[in-house]
C-alpha cells in the first residue's frame, strides 16, 4: 500500500509531543547568522541546478538556498536558515518549471514562483532525502532513507512511497523508464521493474555501500562504490564486481560527456576533478581543491559546476582545465578553522587560520565593517599558527604565535617583529593600560614552568615579570586583568590549578588558593576585583563563577569550555573549539544559554564545530572550520532566555518558556510562546550534533502551548545524557538543553 503525503499535511505529530492547549504573553528571538567568510555562505554545497543558461540555484548544508542570475559567476543568499541545522540536499527544476528541493528529516521545499517563495513539508519516516531525480514520462522522485522512494506525479505537491523498505539509507537513484529504477546508498542495492511496486536486490554492498549509479547506454550501466564499480552490460539483468584500488578512490558524482568520456568528483578524502576517456579504465585528475569532499557536479551549457563541503560553487569552461570559484575564499588553506579572532576598541576586527598542513603561513584577515565583510590585509604579522590578538585602543596591537611576536602602532596596518625566548610559547595577552601589556607563556624545557612578561612599549620588548612571582616556575595558563589595577594569573602544577592576584597593576603578585574548582583553567573574564569567570575544557568541565576574588568557585555551566569573551553590559560568550554550541550569559556569568550555530559538517545529517569566538557590540563573531567566519546578532527586544537546564518560566519572552522537569526521567512539559502564528517546528539532536528526528512540525496560533514529552520515547532514540530541544518559527529560533535521566 502506498503512503500519501499533501501539503495538508505539513501539520503532523510524531508521537513524541502531544498538543494540549494554547494561550498569551510574550520572549527573546536568539540570534541571526549573517556570513561573512566565505561569502555569500561556507557551509556544504550539496545540490546545483539551473533553469536557463543565466539563472540557478545551488541548496546547502543547515537549509541555505543560493541562487545566481549570471551563470554562476557569482551567488547570494535567496533563502537562510536561521532556525535548527537542517541540512537540504538535492535540487531540481521540474517539467513545469517548479523548484524542488529535498532535505534531512524528510524536508520538501516547492516553489513555483522561482524561489520568491516556499511551500514546505515533512514526509514522515522519510528521513534523510539525499537525492532527486526525474521518472521518464512524467513525475519526480526523491529518495531517503529505510529504502524510502517518495515519487510525486503532480509536480511535488504530493508524494507517494513506493521504495523497498529496509535499513538503509539512499545516496543516489537512477529511473530508465518508469517502470525501471534503481536505488543505491548504504545498504542498498535494489531494481523495480514495475515503477516500484516491488523490489530485488541486486547485490549485497560493501561495508561503505555504493554512491551512484547511471547508464551510459540502454545496456550498460555502472554502481559506484569507494574502490571500484558494479558494472552490467545487458540493461541491468546481472551485474559484475570490478575493484579499482589505483587512480580515483572515493567517486561520488559522474558527469557523463558520451559513452567513453566522463567526468568524476570524489567525496571522503578529497574534493578532486577527475576525467576518463575510456568508460573508467584509467583516469587523471584535473583539479584538487584541497579540501575534503565534492557532492555535486552538473553540466549547464558548456559550463561545469561543482560544489564543496567548504561552499565553493567551483565552475569551468574548458571541462576542467581551467577553474573558477563563485564563491568568495581568501584562505590559503581551505580545510583550516579559524582559532583565533581580537579587535579593536573601534570594532575592527582581526583573525586567524590553523594551517593543518604544509608549513606556510595562516591567513590573517580583518574587517572594517563589524564581521559582515572580511580581506586580507596588504601587510599581514606573517605566522603560521597565531595564539592571541589582542589590542589596547585602536592603535596599538600585539600578535604572538609560538615564541614569535608582532606588534602593530598604526592600529593593525603594519607590524613590527618582536619575541620571547626561544623555548617559551605565548599562551595569551592582556592589556590593562596604554602602557602596560602583560603575556603569559610556558616554557618546553625539561621541568616544564612559564613566565608572566611586561611592555611598557606597547610591545616592542618585554621583561619577566618577579614581584612575588616565581621565576620560570609557574605553568601559565592564562592571565587576565579586570581593570588597570586587579589582574590574575591562573597555572597548573600537577593536577592542581593555582591563581596569583595583583591590585597595583601587576607589580606585585600574590597567591590565592581556589576552591570548588579542579582543572586546567584555560581562560579566565575578570568583571572587576572579586567577580570573575573561569572556563575548563575537560575534567570536571564547564564555566566557574567567583565572588570573592578567586577564594571560592561555583560551577554555573556544565557544558565545557575553552574559551571567554567579554560583551557589552552582563554579556560574556564561551566556546569549546569544536563543539556545535557556543554559550552565552547576559546575566554576568550567572546563568548561562547554550546556543547552535549553523555550521554544516562534512557529513550529511552533522554539525561543524565552532573553534572561536569575539563578542562585538549586538553579538558575537564565531570563527568556525574551513575559514568560516559568522556574525551572530542578538535579535531580541527583551532578555536573554534563562540558563539552560534549570527549567525557569520567562512567561516575558517569545521561544521556550520551560522544560520542566528537568532532569527528565519519564514524561515532561515544554511551554512555548508565540509572538504570532507560525509553523513550528521543534528538532531534538544529541550532544555530537546529530540530529535525532523532528519531533513536531505544526501550524500554531500566537500565544503559549504547553506540549507533552514524552520522556520514554525520547530515551529510546538517545538513551541518556545530554541533549538539546530546538524551537524553529518563521522568525526566530531558541534552544533548551535537557539531561535525559536513565
Known sequence: MYRTVTVARIAFLTGFFIFLFNGSQPKAQGFSFHWGHPSPQGNS????????????????????????????ENWVISRQNNGSCIDLFDILISSQGSLIVSGDQGTILRSSDEGASWSEQTVPGAGRLYDLTTIPGGGISAAGQNGTVLVSFDDGITWIDRGPGGTGYARHHVWKSAEEAYEVGSGLFHRTLDGGTTWSQVANTSMFGLSEVYFVNDNTGYAVEDFGYWKSTDGGDSWVLVQQFSGIDYRFRTLVLDEQHWLSVTFGEGSELWETTDAGQN????????????ACLIKNGNRIFFGTEIGDILYSDDLGVNVNNGVENLAVFPVAPVTVIGKRTDGTLFANNQPNSGTNNGTFYRSDDNGNSWYVPQETPGLRWVTD????????????SYQDLRYSHDGGTTWGIASLPADYRLVNFSFPAEDRFFLGAYTTTSG????????????VTWQVVQGGLPANGLYLACVDFADENYGYVSYYSGSVSGIYKTQDGGSSWNLVTPSGITGFITDMCWLDENNGLAALPGGEAGIYRTGDGGLHWTRVSETGARKLTKGTGNRIGAVDPGDFLFQESTDGGMTWTSWASPFSGINPGTSGGVSSIQAIENGYILGGISNRLL???????TDIPGRAGEGSDQDGGFGILSVTPNPLSTNGIVRINLQKSSQVTISVTDATGRQVIPVVRQNFPSGIHEIQLNGNLLRKKIHSGVCF???TTNDYFDTEKIILLD
Open 725 to 727: 530541544l530546538t524551537l
Open 389 to 400: 590578538i589582542e589590542f589596547s585602543g585602536d592603535q596599538y596591537g600585539v600578535v604572538g
Open 631 to 637: 556574525v551572530a546578532t542578538d535579535d531580541a527586544t
Open 45 to 72: 554545497v550539496y545540490g546545483i541546478a539551473f533553469k536557463d543558461g543565466a539563472s540557478g540555484w545551488a541548496v546547502t548544508g543547515c537549509g541555505n538556498i543560493l541562487e545566481t542570475t549570471n551563470s554562476g
Open 283 to 294: 583516469w587523471s585528475m584535473l583539479y584538487d581543491r584541497n579540501s575534503t569532499a565534492s
Open 448 to 459: 616544564g614552568g612559564g613566565n608572566l612578561y611586561k611592555s611598557t612599549d606597547q610591545g
